[in-house]
């Protein structure tokens, strides 16, 4: 009788102390994984700021676009009319 209760004793120290390390080794991986979630909010946030800033910069860089191709257009019209005053002023020239 003594063998199987010192057995059981055994067996119930045994299972004690497996727990114990389960329970540890559960607890560790129960933060680790509430370590991660933060991380991954801190990540999504700070992809959300840099897709809002690409979105400012993306915007920025088509008005400015837009604003060069005005110039653009402008440039060429006013070359256009200085050339047509040029050849007017020729024609004057020509014309005394």
Request: proline residues 0%; negative net charge.
């Amino acid at each position: 009788m003594q063998m199987l209760t010192s057995w059981k004793t055994e067996s119930d120290d045994r299972l004690a102390n497996w727990k114990s390390e389960h329970d540890a080794v559960l607890s560790r991986l129960t933060k680790d994984l509430s370590d991660l979630k933060i991380q991954i909010s801190e990540i999504r946030e700070s992809h959300l700021q840099l897709d809002r800033g690409m979105e400012f910069v993306n915007s920025c860089y088509e008005d400015i676009k837009n604003k060069v191709a005005d110039m653009e257009n402008h440039k060429k019209e006013s070359d256009d009319r200085i050339y047509q005053l040029e050849q007017y002023i020729q024609d004057l020239q020509l014309q005394s």
